[in-house]
């Protein structure tokens, strides 16, 4: 039955571990065939592998991350793993990773995460490869010393140990201890921060990026150097990305806060805040400049309980109509932060902002179909309709197109901040 059995983890049995191994979960490392392993135990040993134990300290209680890096694995191989007296198992991507399902989707917690039941029950069937959570996890992970986060995780461990778990920081991950849940429960790719903070990764047609906007959101509380490290980085990254896009077309960007949205609680979107994010302020460079000089095709958001498709917007300046979708002159952003926050859902301003295409305040998450080069589906699945697909959009582009130049001239030489 076992096809491959590549990995046998066993723990150092002189401490007895009181709970076994917990929160397993996968992600990606460097590339879709390298996978980053990481699970809890109370114990601090691991034997017989390679990998490496991280010890922390959260409210008073100590955990044991335990990670282990799967390096060059054969594409469209199933693997298993074993940890104790647990089996668990994963597919790896086909080699030729031309098309490919992603789960996107914000603001899921313990209580009220409406969304769990259904983001397991078809992440094991296969209806997608992985998951990306922009940020809000657990509501909170830190929440009753960490054991809300530990809750959360051994929940959510049917699907994130079989695909993929993919995270970014949102408001929620602070814990007032700088971010330590997030930085020691994770493990993404190395490719930017140090602390899963901030990072890119290729994965078939699709060069996808995750960023903190959280750097903005408690620069008071911790400084503002790391909002210059990440924009940096992000330059340079987006950079690199375009001089490859004949490899690698499209590039996706995630993040927790919102450039654009029409919710009637829209302080993010509309006021100080959200312009800050946007342009920056002060001195503190703006988001959105990198978006629209670098061609950015989508910009997945979360932090509004609400699902909100735009149309192309690049510094307020919108595109609509029947073909405003194919070769977009302007970034795409889809607001999918409605998978179950711990509150209530967000009320709609009543009349929505002119980029805003569809809105919906169904609970539920977005499965993104990357079908090839040129076209992309994106697909809201809404929980209150029990699972029906409430929006959909083609997303398609020609080989080689850019945004429009006018836009992306005006954006590389705007000093926003
Ligand atoms: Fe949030």
């Given at each position: 039955m076992l096809a491959a059995l590549f990995l046998v983890l066993l723990l150092c049995d002189e401490v007895q571990s009181l709970t076994g191994p917990e929160q397993v979960h996968i992600a990606f490392y460097t590339s879709p065939w390298d996978i980053s392993l990481s699970y809890g135990t109370s114990t601090a040993s691991m034997q017989n592998l390679t990998g490496t134990t991280n010890t922390w300290i959260f409210g008073g209680i100590t955990r044991h991350s335990h990670v282990v890096i799967l390096n060059n694995l054969k594409p469209s191989t199933q693997y298993y793993y074993q940890i104790e007296n647990r089996v668990f198992n994963f597919r790896t991507l086909p080699a030729n990773l031309s098309s490919y399902k992603a789960c996107v989707f914000g603001d899921l917690g313990v209580y009220n995460g409406r969304s769990t039941q259904s983001i397991i029950n078809n992440g094991i069937a296969g209806k997608f490869d992985f998951i990306v959570h922009i940020g809000d996890l657990a509501y909170d992970l830190h929440s009753n010393n960490g054991k809300l986060g530990d809750q959360y995780m051994n929940t959510l461990e049917p699907v994130i140990s079989k695909i993929p778990y993919m995270v970014i920081a949102g408001n929620h991950e602070n814990d007032n201890a700088n971010f330590t849940n997030l930085k020691n429960r994770f493990?993404?790719?190395?490719?930017?921060?140090?602390?899963?903070?901030?990072?890119?990764?290729?994965?078939?047609?699709?060069?996808?990026?995750?960023?903190?906007?959280?750097?903005?959101?408690?620069?008071?509380?911790?400084?503002?150097?790391?909002?210059?490290?990440?924009?940096?980085?992000?330059?340079?990254?987006?950079?690199?990305?375009?001089?490859?896009?004949?490899?690698?077309?499209?590039?996706?960007?995630?993040?927790?806060?919102?450039?654009?949205?029409s919710v009637e609680d829209g302080a993010d979107c509309t006021l100080y805040e959200n312009v800050v994010l946007r342009h920056g302020a002060l001195g503190i460079p703006g988001l959105e400049q990198e978006y629209i000089k670098n061609s950015v095709d989508i910009g997945f958001a979360g932090h509004m309980h609400a699902y909100e498709r735009m149309w192309p917007v690049a510094d307020l300046k919108y595109y609509k109509g029947a073909d405003a979708y194919h070769n977009p002159v302007a970034p795409v952003y889809i607001l999918t932060g409605s998978a179950g926050c711990h509150s209530s859902g967000m009320k709609f301003s009543p009349i929505p902002m002119p980029w805003s295409a569809h809105r919906s305040d169904d609970y539920g998450y977005t499965v993104m179909t990357v079908a090839n080069?040129?076209?992309?589906?994106?697909?809201?699945?809404?929980?209150?309709?029990?699972?029906?697909?409430?929006?959909?959009?083609?997303?398609?582009?020609?080989?080689?197109?850019?945004?429009?130049?006018?836009?992306?001239?005006?954006?590389?030489?705007?000093?926003?901040?």
């Open positions: 493990v993404m790719p190395p490719t930017g921060s140090d602390d899963n903070q901030f990072y890119s990764i290729d994965i078939g047609p699709v060069h996808w990026v995750g960023l903190s906007t959280e750097y903005y959101g408690f620069e008071e509380q911790y400084g503002n150097t790391s909002i210059f490290t990440q924009f940096n980085w992000l330059t340079k990254d987006l950079e690199t990305a375009n001089k490859n896009r004949q490899n690698v077309p499209w590039i996706a960007l995630y993040q927790h806060r919102p450039f654009y949205c080069t040129t076209h992309i589906l994106f697909e809201q699945i809404s929980i209150d309709k029990n699972e029906a697909v409430i929006d959909s959009v083609w997303v398609s582009k020609d080989s080689g197109h850019l945004h429009t130049e006018e836009r992306r001239v005006e954006a590389a030489g705007q000093k926003f901040y």
